[in-house]
T-cell receptor, first 117, second 109 residues
Protein backbone atom coordinates (compact mmCIF):
# COMPACT_ATOMS: atom_id res chain seq x y z
CA UNK A 1 0.00 0.00 0.00
CA UNK A 2 0.82 3.73 -0.05
CA UNK A 3 2.22 3.91 -3.56
CA UNK A 4 3.12 7.26 -5.08
CA UNK A 5 3.79 7.53 -8.78
CA UNK A 6 5.81 10.40 -10.23
CA UNK A 7 6.16 11.11 -13.92
CA UNK A 8 8.31 11.68 -15.87
CA UNK A 9 11.46 10.11 -14.40
CA UNK A 10 13.82 12.08 -16.62
CA UNK A 11 13.49 15.34 -18.51
CA UNK A 12 16.12 16.93 -20.71
CA UNK A 13 15.10 20.14 -22.40
CA UNK A 14 16.28 23.48 -23.67
CA UNK A 15 16.53 26.60 -21.56
CA UNK A 16 13.29 28.57 -21.55
CA UNK A 17 11.05 25.51 -21.74
CA UNK A 18 8.34 24.91 -19.18
CA UNK A 19 8.29 21.43 -17.65
CA UNK A 20 5.36 19.74 -15.91
CA UNK A 21 5.85 16.96 -13.35
CA UNK A 22 2.95 14.85 -12.12
CA UNK A 23 2.60 13.17 -8.75
CA UNK A 24 -0.16 10.65 -8.12
CA UNK A 25 -1.15 8.66 -5.06
CA UNK A 26 -2.28 5.33 -6.49
CA UNK A 27 -3.92 3.55 -3.60
CA UNK A 28 -4.77 6.21 -1.04
CA UNK A 29 -6.19 9.71 -0.89
CA UNK A 30 -3.45 12.26 -0.35
CA UNK A 31 -4.78 15.18 1.59
CA UNK A 32 -1.35 16.76 1.53
CA UNK A 33 1.40 16.59 -1.05
CA UNK A 34 4.92 17.94 -0.79
CA UNK A 35 7.45 18.95 -3.40
CA UNK A 36 11.16 18.67 -2.68
CA UNK A 37 14.32 19.48 -4.58
CA UNK A 38 17.64 17.77 -4.00
CA UNK A 39 20.98 18.76 -5.46
CA UNK A 40 23.74 16.13 -5.71
CA UNK A 41 25.09 15.06 -2.34
CA UNK A 42 22.88 17.54 -0.53
CA UNK A 43 19.86 17.25 1.76
CA UNK A 44 16.25 17.24 0.71
CA UNK A 45 14.92 20.78 0.45
CA UNK A 46 11.20 21.30 0.87
CA UNK A 47 9.89 23.63 -1.80
CA UNK A 48 6.18 23.71 -1.06
CA UNK A 49 3.28 21.99 0.64
CA UNK A 50 -0.07 21.65 -1.06
CA UNK A 51 -3.44 20.64 0.26
CA UNK A 52 -6.15 19.48 -2.07
CA UNK A 53 -8.28 22.33 -3.33
CA UNK A 54 -6.23 25.13 -1.84
CA UNK A 55 -3.18 27.18 -2.79
CA UNK A 56 0.23 25.76 -2.09
CA UNK A 57 2.36 27.08 0.75
CA UNK A 58 5.86 27.87 -0.50
CA UNK A 59 9.02 27.79 1.58
CA UNK A 60 11.06 30.93 1.92
CA UNK A 61 13.16 31.61 -1.13
CA UNK A 62 11.05 29.51 -3.50
CA UNK A 63 9.47 31.58 -6.26
CA UNK A 64 5.81 30.68 -6.56
CA UNK A 65 5.58 32.18 -10.06
CA UNK A 66 8.49 30.04 -11.15
CA UNK A 67 7.30 26.79 -9.60
CA UNK A 68 3.56 26.46 -10.16
CA UNK A 69 1.83 23.86 -8.05
CA UNK A 70 -1.66 22.55 -8.61
CA UNK A 71 -3.36 20.03 -6.32
CA UNK A 72 -6.70 19.66 -8.02
CA UNK A 73 -7.72 16.28 -6.61
CA UNK A 74 -6.99 13.97 -3.70
CA UNK A 75 -4.76 11.84 -5.90
CA UNK A 76 -2.94 14.28 -8.16
CA UNK A 77 -0.58 17.21 -7.75
CA UNK A 78 1.50 18.82 -10.47
CA UNK A 79 4.61 20.96 -10.38
CA UNK A 80 5.35 23.14 -13.40
CA UNK A 81 8.80 24.66 -13.69
CA UNK A 82 8.19 27.69 -15.87
CA UNK A 83 10.85 28.99 -18.26
CA UNK A 84 13.42 26.60 -16.86
CA UNK A 85 17.10 27.55 -16.86
CA UNK A 86 20.23 25.47 -16.24
CA UNK A 87 20.27 26.44 -12.55
CA UNK A 88 16.88 24.70 -12.20
CA UNK A 89 18.49 21.39 -13.07
CA UNK A 90 17.97 19.15 -10.06
CA UNK A 91 16.25 16.06 -8.69
CA UNK A 92 12.62 16.91 -7.92
CA UNK A 93 10.75 14.56 -5.61
CA UNK A 94 7.13 14.59 -4.55
CA UNK A 95 5.64 12.94 -1.51
CA UNK A 96 2.12 12.43 -0.30
CA UNK A 97 0.41 11.59 2.93
CA UNK A 98 -3.10 10.66 3.83
CA UNK A 99 -5.35 12.37 6.32
CA UNK A 100 -7.12 11.15 9.38
CA UNK A 101 -6.50 11.55 13.06
CA UNK A 102 -3.23 9.59 13.15
CA UNK A 103 0.08 11.00 12.03
CA UNK A 104 0.89 9.58 8.62
CA UNK A 105 4.34 9.16 7.09
CA UNK A 106 5.10 10.81 3.80
CA UNK A 107 5.43 8.38 0.93
CA UNK A 108 7.68 9.43 -1.90
CA UNK A 109 7.47 9.16 -5.65
CA UNK A 110 10.55 7.96 -7.52
CA UNK A 111 11.64 11.49 -8.37
CA UNK A 112 12.19 13.40 -11.59
CA UNK A 113 15.66 14.21 -12.76
CA UNK A 114 15.51 17.51 -14.64
CA UNK A 115 18.37 18.64 -16.85
CA UNK A 116 18.15 22.00 -18.58
CA UNK A 117 20.60 22.56 -21.42
CA UNK B 1 15.73 27.38 15.92
CA UNK B 2 14.98 23.84 14.92
CA UNK B 3 17.86 21.47 14.58
CA UNK B 4 18.42 17.81 13.85
CA UNK B 5 21.89 16.32 14.14
CA UNK B 6 23.11 13.10 12.58
CA UNK B 7 26.62 11.92 11.76
CA UNK B 8 27.53 12.75 8.19
CA UNK B 9 28.98 9.38 7.33
CA UNK B 10 29.52 5.96 8.92
CA UNK B 11 31.26 2.82 7.77
CA UNK B 12 30.42 -0.73 8.83
CA UNK B 13 31.20 -4.29 7.80
CA UNK B 14 28.84 -6.70 6.08
CA UNK B 15 27.15 -8.95 8.64
CA UNK B 16 27.80 -6.56 11.52
CA UNK B 17 25.50 -4.23 13.48
CA UNK B 18 25.46 -0.44 13.19
CA UNK B 19 23.67 2.24 15.18
CA UNK B 20 22.90 5.61 13.60
CA UNK B 21 22.13 8.32 16.11
CA UNK B 22 19.88 11.34 15.75
CA UNK B 23 19.45 14.19 18.23
CA UNK B 24 16.89 16.90 17.81
CA UNK B 25 15.92 20.28 19.22
CA UNK B 26 12.52 21.26 17.84
CA UNK B 27 9.57 23.37 18.84
CA UNK B 28 7.44 20.57 20.14
CA UNK B 29 7.41 16.94 19.14
CA UNK B 30 4.78 14.81 17.46
CA UNK B 31 6.84 11.92 16.24
CA UNK B 32 10.05 10.91 14.52
CA UNK B 33 10.56 9.14 11.21
CA UNK B 34 13.49 7.26 9.72
CA UNK B 35 13.85 7.04 5.97
CA UNK B 36 16.33 5.24 3.73
CA UNK B 37 17.57 6.89 0.55
CA UNK B 38 19.76 5.07 -1.97
CA UNK B 39 21.93 7.25 -4.17
CA UNK B 40 19.92 8.76 -7.00
CA UNK B 41 16.62 7.50 -5.63
CA UNK B 42 13.79 8.92 -3.57
CA UNK B 43 13.54 8.19 0.18
CA UNK B 44 11.58 5.20 1.42
CA UNK B 45 9.84 5.07 4.79
CA UNK B 46 11.44 2.81 7.40
CA UNK B 47 9.92 3.54 10.81
CA UNK B 48 7.94 5.88 13.00
CA UNK B 49 8.35 6.47 16.75
CA UNK B 50 6.11 8.64 18.88
CA UNK B 51 6.44 6.95 22.29
CA UNK B 52 9.64 6.17 24.15
CA UNK B 53 11.14 2.79 23.50
CA UNK B 54 12.19 0.45 20.77
CA UNK B 55 10.25 -0.37 17.61
CA UNK B 56 11.51 -3.49 15.86
CA UNK B 57 10.89 -4.29 12.23
CA UNK B 58 12.94 -7.18 10.92
CA UNK B 59 16.62 -6.30 10.74
CA UNK B 60 15.90 -2.66 11.50
CA UNK B 61 14.93 -1.20 14.89
CA UNK B 62 14.36 2.39 15.94
CA UNK B 63 14.58 3.76 19.45
CA UNK B 64 13.25 7.00 20.91
CA UNK B 65 13.86 8.93 24.12
CA UNK B 66 11.76 12.08 24.13
CA UNK B 67 13.25 13.41 27.36
CA UNK B 68 16.72 13.28 25.79
CA UNK B 69 15.66 14.42 22.32
CA UNK B 70 17.37 11.34 20.96
CA UNK B 71 16.69 8.50 18.59
CA UNK B 72 18.73 5.80 16.94
CA UNK B 73 18.28 3.44 14.03
CA UNK B 74 19.82 0.01 14.57
CA UNK B 75 20.63 -2.14 11.56
CA UNK B 76 21.53 -5.78 12.17
CA UNK B 77 23.08 -8.40 9.90
CA UNK B 78 24.20 -5.72 7.52
CA UNK B 79 23.99 -6.42 3.82
CA UNK B 80 25.71 -4.60 0.98
CA UNK B 81 22.32 -3.30 -0.17
CA UNK B 82 22.02 -1.40 3.12
CA UNK B 83 24.57 1.09 1.79
CA UNK B 84 22.47 4.24 1.59
CA UNK B 85 21.74 7.49 3.37
CA UNK B 86 19.51 7.31 6.42
CA UNK B 87 17.38 10.36 7.15
CA UNK B 88 15.94 11.29 10.53
CA UNK B 89 12.91 13.60 10.47
CA UNK B 90 10.87 15.07 13.32
CA UNK B 91 7.31 16.38 13.33
CA UNK B 92 7.16 19.56 15.37
CA UNK B 93 4.25 21.11 17.26
CA UNK B 94 2.90 22.66 14.04
CA UNK B 95 2.96 19.24 12.38
CA UNK B 96 5.77 20.37 10.11
CA UNK B 97 8.34 17.74 9.19
CA UNK B 98 11.89 18.83 9.96
CA UNK B 99 14.53 16.84 8.09
CA UNK B 100 18.01 15.95 9.20
CA UNK B 101 20.81 16.10 6.63
CA UNK B 102 21.12 12.32 6.61
CA UNK B 103 23.84 9.83 7.45
CA UNK B 104 25.64 8.14 4.60
CA UNK B 105 26.26 4.51 5.54
CA UNK B 106 29.00 2.66 3.71
CA UNK B 107 29.06 -1.13 4.01
CA UNK B 108 32.33 -2.90 3.34
CA UNK B 109 32.70 -6.62 2.60
Amino acid sequence: GAVVSQHPSWVICKSGTSVKIECRSLDFQATTMFWYRQFPKQSLMLMATSNEGSKATYEQGVEKDKFLINHASLTLSTLTVTSAHPEDSSFYICSAKGGGADIQPQHFGDGTRLSIL
Amino acid sequence: GQNIDQPTEMTATEGAIVQINCTYQTSGFNGLFWYQQHAGEAPTFLSYNVLDGLEEKGRFSSFLSRSKGYSYLLLKELQMKDSASYLCAVIDSNYQLIWGAGTKLIIKP
